[in-house]
Nanobody
Framework: QVQLVESGGGLVQAGGSLRLSCAAS????????MGWFRQAPGKEREFVAA????????YFADSVKGRFTISRDNAKNTMYLQVNSLKPEDTAVYYC?????????????????WGQGTQVTVSS
């Protein structure tokens, strides 16, 4: 079993920034991809970003490209999502995702574990 704990969400004005973190613990694999999804009220959960074990491969949803950056520190089993130039439409619960498969697969919702989510609210 793997536990994922997100942090860093909050209320921010449009144009602002946040840094989300996700710490993995438990029986983690020797290598694993991680990523972020989000779900806005009344909408389905959607892919946001993914990163490979080594960090060399990343994927982003078109809606966040150029504004969001994903990174990880494997020594700390922690992944980060730097979110800049936030828009009201970025308001959602952001979920951390863990996959034994590749980052490419994770972006297609091949996910083994989910975090509990952290709320990001962007005011206009």
């Amino acid at each position: 079993q793997v536990q994922l704990v997100e942090s860093g969400g909050g209320l921010v004005q449009a144009g602002g920034s946040l840094r989300l973190s996700c710490a993995a613990s438990g029986r983690t694999s020797s290598t694993y991809a991680m990523g972020w999804f989000r779900q806005a009220p009344g909408k389905e959960r959607e892919f946001v970003a993914a990163i490979s074990w080594g960090g060399s491969t990343t994927y982003f949803a078109d809606s966040v490209k150029g504004r969001f950056t994903i990174s990880r520190d494997n020594a700390k089993n922690t992944m980060y999502l730097q979110v800049n130039s936030l828009k009201p439409e970025d308001t959602a619960v952001y979920y951390c995702a863990y996959s034994r498969a590749s980052a490419w697969s994770l972006q297609r919702s091949v996910v083994d574990y989910w975090g509990q989510g952290t709320q990001v609210t962007v005011s206009s």
